[in-house]
Nanobody, 124 residues
Framework: EVQLVESGGGLVQAGGSLILSCAAS????????IGWFRQAPGKEREGVSC???????YYAESVKGRFTISWDNAKNTVYLQMNSLKPEDTAVYFC??????????????????WGQGTQVTVSS
């Protein structure tokens, strides 16, 4: 059974940091690209960051320089280090897996598996 489980969300003050984790199981992790998306109330789900199977990374302009995506293949886990958090970063954060591993995809329909999401709330 394919599973993606996010963790690490919570409440933080503006300027603070959080590390989100996405633990994967049930598929060959090394073959997939992993993306992080977020969805704020009343808004569409948007791509935040992605790491391909060859280590290429992507960041949305709104998080560039503040967020860092990384992976630990031994643990089948992808991390999203979020620094200098802003109230506008408040959202439910989801990780997703794309079987076209070499692709950097920023749209939801290209992803095959999704986690349940973790809430990030940044207070001003």
């Amino acid at each position: 059974e394919v599973q993606l489980v996010e963790s690490g969300g919570g409440l933080v003050q503006a300027g603070g940091s959080l590390i989100l984790s996405c633990a994967a199981s049930g598929f060959i992790f090394d073959d997939y690209a992993i993306g992080w998306f977020r969805q704020a109330p009343g808004k569409e789900r948007e791509g935040v960051s992605c790491i391909s199977s060859d280590g290429t990374t992507y960041y949305a302009e709104s998080v560039k320089g503040r967020f860092t995506i990384s992976w630990d293949n031994a643990k089948n886990t992808v991390y999203l280090q979020m620094n200098s958090l802003k109230p506008e970063d408040t959202a439910v954060y989801f990780c997703a897996a794309d079987r076209a591993g070499s692709r950097i995809a920023t749209v939801t329909y290209l992803y095959d598996y999704w986690g349940q999401g973790t809430q990030v709330t940044v207070s001003s």
